[in-house]
Structure formats: structure tokens, C-alpha cells
């Protein structure tokens, strides 16, 4: 089998449906997983890239904080923005719990995070990381969406520096086949089946994705969280889409 990597984009608290979609390929897709050389991602999809590649074993605890997060920013009154809700604290505390001791070695060469310069607005894919701050500190850039998370860019490597989804949400690495996944509906390999009539695509920093009503909700449930109910439909969602795929490629084990 040829070189795999993975691809999961940036989308706030739709990374629940990644989530999802992870487990599907980690209870049936053995082939993908065995021939998988790298994850890459921004934001929620750097996150949940991290925890492939450094902590699978840890995809439960994941999926239990989702939730916590989720429903932490329901509870207050205009959401992340409410005053005195400390979006990216939230953020480290979920980290420090699930990464590894070696997390930045497990992911050196093998995780690929995009983060945005703040103020030059240039891209950069950062892989390699001299230790598991600095992997948290990249981490935690790649999911900074300003004033939604805070006021102050995130330090990395002595530069400031905001979420990667601004400059490329879905990083497709240059070695072997990257398998792409998106909770909105478009041409990624994993992804929504589109219902509606309009079939035109807009090009959202590199991720293609269908102009339609349900993406646009999305967009703004991405920053908004529904409700468990709807959280876990999305996960479920991102499983059975995962199995699609598998089966379209004759990967299901």
C-alpha cells in the first residue's frame, strides 16, 4: 500500500465529527492506520491530528472533554466571548491531560500543525518540536481565532501567532497520498454527502466546500456548539462517513 497521511481541517467544535471519524478508522481501518506515515491539520483538526498520531489509545478521554468543552461554553451567556471565560486556559487544561509525557517526540516528523503569522498573515506547518510545551504552544496557535479565544496572539518560537484555518484549514502534505477529511460538505475524501440543488464550491483556505444553507450553519456551529444531542449526531456522523470511504476504497476491515 502507498504512503498515507491524514488530513483532518479546521472547524472549532466540529472536530466532534473527526473524533467520530477517527474511531471509525481505528476499529476498521487496519490497512489505513498500518500504512499511515503522518497526520496534519489546523485548529480543531491539529488537535485531533495530535491525539492520532501521539495518543489513540486516549481518543475516549478526548471525546469526554469535547463534550465538557462544549458544554462549558453553552452554559455561558454569549458563549467563548462572555467575559471572564478563559477560552484558551480550557483549551491547555484538555491538552496537559491527554498528551503523553513524549508527545513531542512521538510527533516530530509525523505531525504537521498550520499555524498563521499574526502579522504578516503567511502560513507555516510546523513538524518538529523540541519538547512537549513547545508541541502545546503550536497547538494552542493553531486554535486562536482572535477576539473568539482572546485578545493576545499566542507566543510560539519567540513570533505571535493565530489559527492556521485562516491561511491553509486543511494541509496536504507533499509526500505520498494525503485522505482529507471535513465535516462541511465538499469534494474532501471523507465528508458530508451533499443534498441540495446548488452545486457550487468556494475554495476556503484550500479546503473546497460546497455553498449550501447546511454549510453555513455549520460555520457558525463550528463556533457556536449545538447541543450534546446535536454534538453526538455529528460524531456519529463522521463515523459513518469514515466507513463510506473505507469501503469505497476496499479498506474495511
Same mark, same amino acid.
Request: contains cysteine.
Given at each position: ?7 483532518f481541517?479546521a ?6 465529527? &473527526? ?15 498500518e ?7 489546523a ?11 501521539t ?7 478526548c ?18 466571548? *462572555?467575559p471572564?471565560?478563559n477560552?484558551?486556559l *480550557? ?10 509525557a513524549?508527545? &513531542? ?7 504537521h500543525?498550520?499555524? *498563521? &503569522?499574526s ?10 518540536f *523540541? ?7 503550536a497547538l494552542?496557535a493553531?486554535?486562536?481565532?482572535p477576539?473568539y479565544?482572546?485578545?493576545? @496572539?499566542?507566543d510560539f518560537?519567540? %513570533?505571535?501567532?493565530?489559527d492556521?484555518?485562516?491561511t491553509?484549514s ?17 469534494? %474532501? ?6 443534498m ?6 468556494l475554495?476556503l ?12 450553519k455549520r460555520?457558525? %456551529?463550528?463556533?457556536?456548539? @449545538? ?5 453526538k449526531s ?16 476496499s479498506?474495511m476491515?
Amino acid at each position: 500500500m502507498a504512503v498515507l497521511n491524514l488530513s483532518f481541517a479546521a472547524c472549532g467544535f466540529l472536530g466532534i465529527y &473527526h473524533l467520530g471519524a477517527v474511531r471509525a478508522f481505528l476499529r476498521h481501518g487496519d490497512r489505513l492506520v498500518e500504512s499511515l506515515r503522518a497526520c496534519a491539520g489546523a485548529s480543531a483538526g491539529a488537535l485531533v491530528a495530535a491525539v492520532m498520531i501521539t495518543a489513540p489509545d486516549k481518543l475516549e478521554d478526548c471525546e469526554d472533554f469535547t463534550y465538557r468543552f462544549a458544554a462549558s461554553v453553552r452554559r455561558q451567556r454569549f458563549g467563548a466571548v *462572555t467575559p471572564g471565560f478563559n477560552f484558551m486556559l *480550557t483549551l491547555r487544561e484538555g491538552m496537559e491531560e491527554i498528551l503523553p509525557a513524549d508527545a &513531542h517526540s512521538l510527533a516530530s516528523e509525523r505531525l504537521h500543525v498550520s499555524i *498563521t &503569522h499574526s502579522k504578516s498573515g503567511k502560513n507555516l506547518v510546523v513538524s518538529r518540536f *523540541t519538547s512537549r510545551e513547545e508541541l502545546i504552544q503550536a497547538l494552542l496557535a493553531s486554535s486562536f481565532v482572535p477576539v473568539y479565544a482572546g485578545l493576545k @496572539p499566542v507566543d510560539f518560537r519567540g %513570533q505571535k501567532w493565530i489559527d492556521g484555518g485562516f491561511t491553509d484549514s486543511l494541509p496536504i502534505l507533499p509526500v505520498g497520498r494525503t485522505i482529507t477529511v471535513s465535516p462541511f460538505t465538499g469534494l %474532501q475524501d471523507v465528508c458530508p454527502v451533499h443534498m441540495g440543488r446548488f452545486n457550487t464550491q468556494l475554495k476556503l483556505a484550500n479546503m473546497n466546500v460546497m455553498f449550501s444553507m447546511e454549510n453555513i450553519k455549520r460555520l457558525n %456551529q463550528a463556533l457556536f456548539p @449545538p447541543s450534546s444531542r446535536g454534538m453526538k449526531s455529528f460524531y456519529e456522523e463522521g463515523f459513518s462517513d469514515a466507513v463510506r470511504f473505507l469501503k469505497r476504497e476496499s479498506w474495511m476491515s
